[in-house]
């Protein structure tokens, strides 16, 4: 293994990536940004459209816009998200609220298309807001969740999960399974195939909660044959902080679904203001109140860069990227007591690595006071992102060493 600089240097030079770098506000050329699965960088575009939104749209037509584009918006950056990031076609992606209130609308639907059914399954080790919202839709629904994996408060397991897994809780009482298409601590990608099949085979839905997954490896909801999906815009989408999330529904599912939070935004006609609801066709009415027009064209900006790049390019490059990672974290950093907590198979691990060690959080401060930025896990994890238009090997190179220069400069850790 070649620890060099120089190698990194190399590798930069040979990425056909690299170009897209230019098309991101880089204010500051030295800080090390490997927080890109929580916060994309901005890309170049966003401010002069989201300038335009603000000053022509609603400065000078003001409520015309919503006539003139506005209404429209969260269908059709859905339309490009899904195209380019989620093998939809169009008419099944919508963008609107966040992850938390689009997993629950989409729980609380697919419960609702299994009436006689009462338990929700999810993960004993997923994201907070799905575990949470799992256990309440079942609550609300008299039924009960019903949980997968081990009970962990420390490092998430690396393994992968696989059907089998999530077979031995299956049973004929699931409504719903809501899973994590890659695992937010790991970035373990999950067998989507194998536990869909098995999700159907007990006649229950199955929800893949998409934030780490979408823009960081290649998806195929469709060949998944999942029933519905969520996923955030502010991770490698650089939808922007607080950016609306989206809604993934099977077109088998559209004209039977059913939103929880029946707001006017998703009713069949809006300007109608009609004693009772009645849903719009398809995905829209998934929709809830007024989306906010500035921040869908921020995600449309974002988006359209990943659409540019084309996701088998970045696969390919957050693949390599994260294998650098892995192999400089082996050569410089597992004889200080760092380990990894990702998979090590690259074919199973998504956009992120994770090292652990027990000073994680005193080394993640320390690495920010050096400009290198990356994301502290709980209680031990060191999540190093790595997004593939914005992170060079350099980067990887630069915070693996500044990981090294923190541990042999104080034997007392
Ligand atoms: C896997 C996963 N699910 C859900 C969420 C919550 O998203 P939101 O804050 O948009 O509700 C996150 C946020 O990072 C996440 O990583």
């Given at each position: 293994?070649?620890?060099t600089r120089?190698?990194?240097?190399?590798?930069?030079?040979?990425?056909?990536?690299?170009?897209?770098?230019?098309?991101?506000?880089?204010?500051?050329?030295?800080?090390?940004?490997?927080?890109?699965?929580?916060?994309?960088?901005?890309?170049?575009?966003?401010?002069?459209?989201?300038?335009?939104?603000?000053?022509?749209?609603?400065?000078?037509?003001?409520?015309?816009?919503?006539?003139?584009g506005w209404?429209?918006l969260p269908?059709?950056?859905?339309?490009?998200?899904?195209?380019?990031?989620?093998?939809?076609?169009?008419?099944?992606?919508?963008?609107?609220?966040?992850?938390?209130?689009?997993?629950?609308?989409?729980?609380?639907?697919?419960?609702?298309?299994?009436?006689?059914?009462?338990?929700?399954?999810?993960?004993?080790?997923?994201?907070?807001?799905?575990?949470?919202?799992?256990?309440?839709?079942?609550?609300?629904?008299?039924?009960?969740?019903?949980?997968?994996?081990?009970?962990?408060?420390?490092?998430?397991?690396?393994?992968?999960?696989?059907?089998?897994?999530?077979?031995?809780?299956?049973?004929?009482?699931?409504?719903?399974?809501?899973?994590?298409?890659?695992?937010?601590?790991?970035?373990?990608?999950?067998?989507?195939?194998?536990?869909?099949?098995?999700?159907?085979?007990?006649?229950?839905?199955?929800?893949?909660?998409?934030?780490?997954?979408?823009?960081?490896?290649?998806?195929?909801?469709?060949?998944?044959?999942?029933?519905?999906?969520?996923?955030?815009?502010?991770?490698?989408?650089?939808?922007?902080?607080?950016?609306?999330?989206?809604?993934?529904?099977?077109?088998?599912?559209?004209?039977?679904?059913?939103?929880?939070?029946?707001?006017?935004?998703?009713?069949?006609?809006?300007?109608?203001?009609?004693?009772?609801?009645?849903?719009?066709?398809?995905?829209?009415?998934?929709?809830?109140?007024?989306?906010?027009?500035?921040?869908?064209?921020?995600?449309?900006?974002?988006?359209?860069?990943?659409?540019?790049?084309?996701?088998?390019?970045?696969?390919?490059?957050?693949?390599?990227?994260?294998?650098?990672?892995?192999?400089?974290?082996?050569?410089?950093?597992?004889?200080?007591?760092?380990?990894?907590?990702?998979?090590?198979?690259?074919?199973?691990?998504?956009?992120?690595?994770?090292?652990?060690?027990?000073?994680?959080?005193?080394?993640?401060?320390?690495?920010?006071?050096?400009?290198?930025?990356?994301?502290?896990?709980?209680?031990?994890?060191?999540?190093?992102?790595?997004?593939?238009?914005?992170?060079?090997?350099?980067?990887?190179?630069?915070?693996?060493?500044?990981?090294?220069?923190?541990?042999?400069?104080?034997?007392?850790?």
């Amino acid at each position: 293994m070649d620890v060099t600089r120089e190698f990194a240097q190399g590798l930069d030079a040979a990425d056909p990536l690299a170009g897209f770098r230019e098309r991101f506000e880089i204010p500051d050329p030295a800080l090390v940004y490997l927080d890109g699965n929580s916060l994309g960088r901005l890309p170049a575009g966003t401010a002069p459209r989201v300038e335009q939104v603000v000053r022509a749209e609603w400065g000078e037509r003001l409520i015309r816009s919503w006539s003139e584009g506005w209404l429209e918006l969260p269908l059709e950056v859905g339309d490009r998200l899904g195209a380019a990031l989620l093998g939809a076609g169009p008419g099944e992606t919508v963008v609107c609220d966040n992850v938390t209130v689009n997993t629950y609308k989409v729980l609380r639907a697919a419960v609702s298309m299994r009436p006689d059914r009462g338990t929700v399954v999810a993960h004993r080790g997923d994201f907070p807001t799905d575990r949470y919202v799992a256990a309440e839709v079942a609550r609300t629904r008299g039924g009960h969740a019903a949980w997968i994996g081990p009970l962990v408060s420390g490092t998430a397991p690396t393994e992968p999960l696989t059907a089998p897994e999530v077979a031995s809780v299956l049973h004929d009482d699931v409504a719903v399974v809501l899973l994590s298409a890659v695992d937010y601590r790991s970035a373990a990608i999950a067998d989507l195939v194998g536990i869909t099949r098995a999700v159907h085979d007990v006649g229950a839905l199955m929800v893949w909660d998409c934030s780490h997954a979408a823009g960081a490896i290649p998806l195929d909801l469709h060949a998944v044959d999942a029933d519905f999906a969520v996923g955030c815009s502010y991770k490698y989408l650089n939808g922007g902080p607080g950016a609306p999330a989206w809604i993934w529904a099977a077109p088998r599912h559209h004209d039977v679904m059913a939103n929880p939070i029946p707001g006017w935004m998703g009713h069949a006609d809006v300007f109608a203001m009609a004693p009772a609801y009645e849903p719009a066709p398809g995905v829209r009415r998934f929709l809830t109140g007024t989306p906010s027009a500035i921040a869908l064209a921020a995600v449309d900006e974002g988006v359209a860069l990943l659409a540019e790049a084309g996701v088998p390019a970045m696969r390919a490059k957050s693949s390599a990227l994260t294998s650098y990672a892995v192999d400089l974290s082996d050569a410089l950093l597992a004889d200080l007591g760092v380990g990894l907590a990702s998979p090590r198979d690259p074919a199973w691990r998504a956009g992120h690595v994770t090292l652990v060690h027990p000073d994680a959080v005193a080394l993640t401060e320390a690495l920010i006071a050096r400009g290198v930025v990356p994301d502290f896990r709980h209680p031990d994890g060191i999540r190093l992102g790595l997004a593939p238009l914005t992170t060079r090997f350099v980067d990887v190179h630069d915070g693996v060493a500044a990981i090294r220069d923190l541990l042999t400069a104080d034997d007392g850790r």
